[in-house]
């Protein structure tokens, strides 16, 4: 016996209710007073058990690099509910999806017609079950995926593919959870901060917090992961930085970034700053001064003032006192030239300036692959003298060093 009009309505409006708890944002429908009573669109993600390539041909696309995927733009269901569906009726429907062709979509219709001629009830989440799971490899579309770049509402599909799914895979990051690499605490992702090179995870917070204090600092080779295992050492662009630390920090990183590669680069001079000073040659003209005799140092007084003299020389002697105090704690490093103090540890030195590696007591650089080598070579001044001056029972000795 054929189910009633009634019926069928009861099991309408179940329908919609339970499609509408199921799938929210992504369902849309009208009620009308006259048959169908409902109308509406069902919007089905597509999900990929991996990131997959899809190449594109034709369109000013064409010969750039493939794109890397792992959510496609979904399959959208439009239909209307007939006054005897779903017992007697098959809902009716047709199927639109920006990527997909002509013809996939027709196969596609196909098969869900034929998945309500074998239940004869309410299908919408069956259709939706099958789109998202078994559609793929019913019209064996297998990846790397060729798609033709064509224009689609003004946007080039490649442009439109990219975009959503970089929205869906920022929606998955902001609703998941991460423990955060340095206050080890778990965060939601709209909290947390995904470097792009090496995918690590940290609390927006806390990285802001580490790479302003750098940029204040000056240290700026050392913003990059702060992960202790991290393998990549690849700089990060200045737009991440920019978003991590805000505008004006952001501006001062770049300034500063350019000025270390100015400061770096053998090519580049820096002209001296114009001065409105009348005493040129200060140097000289203290050295004549502290040598002269009371008579000369009158004279002298006269035409430059006692008081810059007396100001001069205490520069000077400051500036000789520091450049002693320099010359006698500090090893300039190899490539740029930065003086760097050790307060303690052994003589394998890292300037914190260019990061350069090199040896306390010779100034030599030493490679980074091997920084131990140069301590264990007979050749070398610095032969088993990587702890001179250090207390040895202090410190955790490499297991690659070798004393003899």
Known sequence: MFDSEDDCQIQQENEIMAIKAIYEQDFTYTENTKAPRFRGALSIKIFLSQESLIFFTGGRNGGDPPLKVRYLPPVK?????PSDYPS??????ELECLWMRWDWLRKLERKLLQIWEEKKDVVLDHFAEFIQHEALDYLQISFPLRLNDDYIGGSMLKTIIHTYNQQAMNLDFANDHFNCGICLEEKRGERCFQLRTCQHVFCQECLREYFVMLIREGFILQIKCPDPGCKS????????????????MGKRYSDLLEKQKLETDPLVTFCPPSTPC???????IVEEYMKADESTKAIMELRYGTKNLEKLVRDANAELETSKWVKSNTQPCPQCETPIEKSMGCNHMLCTRCETHFCYLCGLWIDPKEPYQHFNDSKSPCNQRLFDGVNVDDFDIPDDFVII
């Open 77 to 81: 269901i439009i239909f209307s509910m």
């Open 88 to 93: 007697q009726e098959a809902l009716e429907f």
């Open 233 to 248: 050492q690849h700089k990060l662009a200045g737009d991440e930085v920019t978003e991590i630390v805000g505008a004006e």
């Open 278 to 284: 009348h005493m040129d040659n200060t140097k000289k």
